[in-house]
């Protein structure tokens, strides 16, 4: 699984209510979550975020609520992986069952910048800045979790008998 995208970078404890404000929960439309994707920490987010770009954020992301809707915003806005400090516990399972890859590793996270070319590969674990020419050791997939995140998610890891 590799990834390759521009960074947009994020501090700590952003909650699940600033990834997807809750004035929004009322429609399950995908479009419509990602059209208002981080606007509340972040009002250029949906206009400057490109397919494959890669979220970089620090400490105890998507913190707060259990709500599928945020993963579901940030993966349907295009981006591609998301690299922080640490995550929630429910926003961690939540992501991957709706396929969204994300990853833990402080090392990459102190070094990438707003705008920095990220590749990763996360069947070797490994996560390089094209812009500092830097590479980061993290945890490799397990191949369970990469069939999930390449089915595009649990249910459909399901209905394809990859996953039971």
Do not use: W
Not at 44 to 65: E, K, L
Not at 134 to 153: E, H, L, R, V, Y
């Amino acid at each position: 699984m590799k990834f390759q995208g521009r960074a947009i970078k994020y501090g700590d404890n952003v909650d699940t209510d600033v990834i997807i404000p809750a004035r929004y929960l009322n429609t399950i439309d995908k479009k419509e979550l990602a059209s208002h994707c981080m606007e509340d920490i972040d009002k250029t987010f949906v206009q400057r975020v490109q397919a494959g770009d890669i979220m970089v954020a620090g400490q105890n992301f998507g913190c707060g609520s259990s709500r599928e809707h945020a993963p579901i915003a940030i993966k349907e806005s295009g981006i591609s992986l998301v690299i922080a400090r640490s995550f929630a516990r429910i926003f961690y399972r939540n992501s991957i069952n709706i396929g969204l890859a994300i990853v833990e590793c402080t090392e990459a996270v102190d070094g990438i910048a707003e705008g920095d070319r990220v590749e990763a590969d996360l069947e070797k674990g490994i996560i390089y800045n094209l812009t500092t020419g830097k590479s980061f050791q993290t945890q490799p997939f397990p191949a369970f979790i990469q069939k999930i995140i390449t089915n595009g998610g649990l249910v459909e890891s399901i209905k394809k008998g990859d996953v039971k």
